[in-house]
């Protein structure tokens, strides 16, 4: 039979003489002009043969007119041939999908699809749904062109067979729960094809989202997942399992798209969708190359020129942040991504632009602290702009998420005496005092800030990572409990000689971005020790020399609240301007004391960086009830006692001294490329004796350039009473005649 040519039957087609043809669908509408198209388009409805439409617009339109008005048509994929009647609904949604229908159908009718159910959920309505649509189902290891799987939880250990069983057949599967609130359909999973990931690169993912549950269930030893009640109606139920047998039919059509490749959740409580992408994961044990993260740390840290394009705000940038923003974005998501939310804090001022980016931890919780919202708990993220703040919160998030311990990194087990010159001893960095390892047992009852590690076993054989020394341009060794976040909570039970905490920790839009950014937290948390442990007073900076206009808000925003403000001068002899910025309240019965820090070659950026940070926690202090009184927003035990006690009467280091400094102060040439910035940054460690060892910790799945710079000798600002700068920079510089007793030190531990 002839073929008879039709516009695509999801277009109404309407021809208003003069104007031209209009085909208008859900979608879109197009506009076709000319006279020979206004002639010929009733006619192609898929009633009549070529021969029929030259017969009937004869003679006013030639035959070489119509053959072009059709040539053009298909060009534009806006005509179809019909060969064999289809019942029209279901062929203008195949040729919506860019499909032919006769052929679409005819593949939907003859296509085998294998039905597993993985957990408590029925299958008999799936089965019958897919049988009457001509689908033959076939029972388990059968030759089938897709397997669909229902689950009632998309972390079920079963599911793990079923995805290596397809990896190894090459054979694409639909995942699915069409039980509960919220329905979940994808992803089809397609071995060996596009960037998909594999179901071990999602269940990775979802495993860093559940905290809570991940808690409750080792307190239970209860086999996982923890079943929760069933919430659904049959409605729900019947919509999810058809929305399934759809998704079944398009793939056997041969429907494709990238977007099959994520997870689409339905909320139908609140009638909402949301689509997750899902990639694949470079290091993915099942689907890629286990080995990347080991590789790349045992490989030179090579740094190269990189133009700084971006200096508005807060640092120097080689890129954007709105293309920061744009590049990571999928990595927000609450099922496939590390940031599980991003949310800008209501603060009721709009000048203050702060967020807050919900944690993946990628581990099991073995700390209820964990699950408990505080300043420290939460990436937050802080600038001038509201894109800055927001790109702030993301790249922190990713920043502790690639700093986690996974498993996949490099190590070696070795003692120290057996690494000689290739170790490097842990006290260097972690810098505990005799004192404090004496008592050690009596402060770990009090807080993080002031946990003691036990002393260390130079004979005692433990995991170390190799890190790049940029000093002497060669790998050194730490121990890997230094390094990454939470790694002692995966090893046995034993002494603890080493413990991870965010000192050094960067992220950047390029790899000298980060280990620039990386140095800077150093020297800021070098000054602020000095400075907090020894109550030193300093001068504050004359904001007015800034002439900047931000800052001139800054200070009339902090007014209306009822806060002063001052921003002190911690510069030490590093000579990296370092500002403290220090605001308290002045009308009520507490004064909140917040502090916030931030450093940079450029003495502008890095009072901008300080104050920003005020911006950051300012929302723990915002919220004062009818009665004067504060309502503070975070449980964390420390900051309410400081917030609600101390007073600046009493702490008399947080006042400025009478001089203050002006901007002109720290005067420096301006560079243009970032490695220039980390060329001057290891000059200034290495002349005083010291060298620069950096840690690269960027994730395959994720990116985002982030690194662990160490200095050892340089100082936290938690408390890390060793002899050393704490006690010596004070005297070098002048601001005490003699150092400081450690029995004198600030008894107040920095919590921040």
């Given at each position: 039979m002839d073929a008879r040519p039709s516009f695509r039957r999801h277009f109404r087609v309407e021809v208003i003489e003069g104007d031209g043809v209009f085909l208008i669908n859900e979608r879109d509408t197009h506009v076709l002009t000319g006279r020979s198209i206004e002639a010929v388009a009733g006619l192609l409805d898929g009633k009549h043969t070529v021969d029929d439409i030259l017969v009937a617009v004869e003679p006013d339109i030639p035959p070489e007119n119509v053959y072009y008005v059709l040539h053009t048509l298909r060009q534009r994929d806006l005509l179809v041939d019909v060969t064999e009647d289809v019942e029209r609904r279901a062929a203008a949604y195949w040729e919506m999908a860019g499909l032919q229908a006769q052929e679409a159908v005819a593949a939907v009718r003859g296509g085998r699809a294998e039905l597993l159910t993985v957990g408590d959920v029925p299958a008999e309505e799936l089965r019958?749904?897919?049988?009457?649509?001509?689908?033959?189902?076939?029972?388990?290891?059968?030759?089938?062109?897709?397997?669909?799987?229902?689950?009632?939880?998309?972390?079920?250990?079963?599911?793990?067979?079923?995805?290596?069983?397809?990896?190894?057949?090459?054979?694409?599967?639909?995942l699915a729960r069409t039980t509960g609130p919220v329905l979940w359909l994808g992803p089809v999973f397609q071995p060996g094809e596009g960037d998909g990931g594999c179901w071990r690169c999602l269940s990775q993912r979802m495993e860093g989202h559940r905290q809570s549950l991940t808690y409750v269930e080792d307190r239970l030893r209860a086999g996982r997942p923890l079943a929760l009640p069933a919430a659904d109606l049959a409605l729900t139920r019947g919509a999810g399992v058809r929305l399934v047998a759809a998704e079944a039919a398009k793939w056997l059509a041969?429907?494709?798209?990238?977007?099959?490749?994520?997870?689409?959740?339905?909320?139908?409580?609140?009638?909402?969708?949301?689509?997750?992408?899902?990639?694949?994961?470079?290091?993915?044990?099942?689907?890629?190359?286990?080995?990347?993260?080991?590789?790349?740390?045992h490989s030179p840290v090579e740094l190269r020129s990189r133009p700084k394009t971006f200096t508005a705000d807060g640092g120097h940038r080689s890129r954007h942040p709105e293309d920061t923003a744009e590049r990571y974005a999928h990595l927000v998501s609450p099922v496939t991504g590390v940031i599980r939310e991003l949310t800008r804090m209501d603060t009721r001022t709009p000048f203050v632009k702060a967020y807050v980016a919900g944690h993946n931890f990628s581990r099991?919780?073995?700390?209820?602290?964990?699950?408990?919202?505080?300043?420290?708990?939460?990436?937050?993220?802080?600038?001038?702009?509201?894109?800055?703040?927001?790109?702030?919160?993301?790249?922190?998030?990713?920043?502790?998420?690639?700093?986690?311990?996974?498993?996949?990194?490099?190590?070696?087990?070795?003692?120290?005496?057996?690494?000689?010159?290739?170790?490097?001893?842990p006290n260097s960095c972690s810098l505990y005092s005799d004192a404090q390892y004496r008592t050690r047992r009596e402060v770990r009852a009090t807080n993080s800030y002031s946990y003691v590690s036990d002393p260390f076993d130079e004979d005692a054989a433990i995991e170390w990572t190799p890190v790049w020394s940029l000093t002497e341009r060669r790998h050194k060794y730490l121990p890997t409990g230094y390094l990454y976040y939470y790694y002692n909570d995966s090893r046995s039970t034993g002494?603890?000689?080493?413990?991870?905490?965010?000192?050094?920790?960067?992220?950047?839009?390029?790899?000298?971005?980060?280990?620039?950014?990386?140095?800077?937290?150093?020297?800021?948390?070098?000054?602020?020790?000095?400075?907090?442990?020894?109550?030193?007073?300093?001068?504050?900076?004359?904001?007015?020399?800034?002439?900047?206009?931000?800052?001139?808000?800054?200070?009339?925003?902090?007014?209306?609240?009822?806060?002063?403000?001052?921003?002190?001068?911690?510069?030490?002899?590093?000579?990296?301007?370092?500002?403290?910025?220090?605001?308290?309240?002045?009308?009520?019965?507490?004064?909140?004391?917040?502090?916030?820090?931030?450093?940079?070659?450029?003495?502008?950026?890095?009072?901008?960086?300080?104050?920003?940070?005020?911006?950051?926690?300012?929302?723990?202090?915002?919220?004062?009830?009818?009665?004067?009184?504060?309502?503070?927003?975070?449980?964390?035990?420390?900051?309410?006692?400081?917030?609600?006690?101390?007073?600046?009467?009493?702490?008399?280091y947080l006042s400025p001294t009478t001089t203050s400094v002006p901007a002109s102060a720290y005067e420096r040439p301006a560079t243009s490329d970032l490695l220039d910035d980390v060329e001057a940054a290891r000059a200034l460690v290495e002349e005083r004796g010291m060298e620069m060892l950096v840690l690269d910790q960027t994730r395959p799945d994720i990116g985002l350039p982030v690194v662990k710079v160490i200095v050892p000798g340089l100082r936290h600002f938690w408390r890390r009473l060793a002899p050393g700068r704490l006690y010596d920079v004070p005297v070098r510089l002048g601001w005490r005649a003699e150092p400081t007793p450690e029995e004198q030190m600030n008894p107040i531990t920095m919590f921040l």
């Open positions: 019958s749904l897919l049988v009457a649509e001509g689908v033959e189902v076939t029972g388990p290891g059968e030759d089938a062109a897709l397997t669909v799987v229902l689950t009632d939880d998309y972390l079920r250990g079963e599911l793990a067979d079923v995805n290596r069983r397809h990896m190894a057949e090459r054979r694409p599967w639909l041969g429907a494709r798209s990238p977007q099959q490749r994520d997870l689409i959740t339905f909320d139908t409580m609140h009638l909402g969708a949301t689509r997750h992408e899902l990639r694949r994961r470079p290091q993915c044990p099942e689907c890629g190359d286990a080995g990347l993260m080991a590789a790349a740390a099991e919780t073995r700390d209820l602290s964990m699950l408990r919202k505080g300043l420290r708990t939460q990436s937050a993220g802080k600038g001038m702009t509201d894109l800055q703040a927001k790109v702030s919160a993301m790249c922190e998030a990713m920043e502790r998420y690639s700093g986690i311990f996974q498993g996949d990194e490099a190590r070696r087990t070795a003692s120290l005496r057996e690494l000689g010159a290739d170790g490097v001893h002494p603890l000689y080493t413990w991870a905490d965010s000192n050094g920790n960067a992220a950047g839009s390029s790899l000298e971005d980060a280990v620039l950014q990386g140095f800077m937290e150093l020297v800021e948390r070098d000054a602020v020790a000095v400075w907090w442990y020894n109550r030193v007073r300093r001068p504050a900076f004359d904001l007015g020399t800034f002439a900047d206009p931000w800052i001139a808000e800054f200070q009339e925003v902090y007014a209306g609240l009822g806060r002063d403000l001052h921003v002190l001068d911690l510069t030490n002899d590093l000579g990296v301007p370092v500002a403290a910025a220090v605001s308290r309240r002045v009308d009520g019965p507490t004064e909140d004391i917040l502090m916030a820090f931030g450093a940079h070659f450029d003495v502008r950026i890095a009072v901008q960086r300080a104050l920003a940070e005020l911006n950051q926690f300012i929302p723990a202090v915002i919220d004062v009830g009818a009665d004067g009184v504060t309502r503070y927003r975070f449980p964390e035990p420390d900051q309410i006692d400081w917030w609600t006690n101390a007073r600046i009467a009493d702490h008399p």
